[in-house]
């Protein structure tokens, strides 16, 4: 069960990571913009909606009105990569919702207080461009105390994907989970906790 679990997780990371880090940026550097205002929204109202909910939504309209992409069950990667990115796309994109937006939050707002500093007047004062002051000098500096969230959203990561093996119908750690607690099977509970 674990390689299915991982197969969810580790892109559902890799994308939250990624998108969080560009999303932040954008919002920090776009302030006050329209642009600033949506993804602000989005990240405020994505700690609020339950990711199950946010499962039964997009099964209901991707899956079975729309017929887009597959609504239960998983095909490994070894198996037919194609296959598996159909079915893992919709299971990827909600894991990593939560973790994007403390992500993006993060990284907004140390950006604001990195590009504050008196450096980055410096900087400024020395004609260095914009660009390369935000991305080269504010950016790497705003990254520091990101690694750091990053981290603490693994267990919200491994979470988010037992919720959502279950929705999907996809035999990973979570649904075994789900399983064990059904039989009271403790030994696999504890196991599985750990």
């Known amino acids: 069960r674990i390689p299915t679990t991982l197969s969810l997780s580790i892109p559902a990371f890799t994308i939250a990571i ?31 909606v339950p990711i199950f909910w946010l499962a039964i939504l997009l099964m209901n309209l991707l899956g079975t009105k729309l017929g887009w992409l597959p609504v239960i069950g998983y095909v490994k990667p070894s198996e037919d990569i194609w296959q598996w990115f159909l ?18 939050r993060q990284v907004r707002t140390n950006m604001l207080e990195v590009i504050s500093q008196d450096y980055i007047r ?13 991305y080269e000098y504010a950016l790497r500096n705003a990254l520091i105390p990101v690694i750091t969230v990053v981290g603490l959203q693994v267990p919200t990561i491994i979470g988010g ?34």
């Open 87 to 104: 079915h893992a796309i919709m299971p990827v994109a909600l894991i990593s919702l939560q973790p994007l937006a403390a992500v993006a």
């Open 122 to 134: 410096t900087a400024r004062a020395y004609g260095i461009s914009e660009t390369r002051i935000k």
């Open 18 to 48: 990624v998108f969080g880090i560009f999303f932040g940026t954008i919002c920090a550097t776009h302030r006050g913009s329209l642009i600033d205002q949506v993804l602000t929204v989005y990240i405020a109202g994505t700690n609020g």
């Open 161 to 194: 994907s037992m919720l959502i093996e279950v929705c999907f119908s996809i035999a990973g750690m979570g649904r075994l989970i789900m399983t064990s607690v059904s039989n009271t099977d403790y030994l696999v509970i504890q196991a599985l906790v750990l």
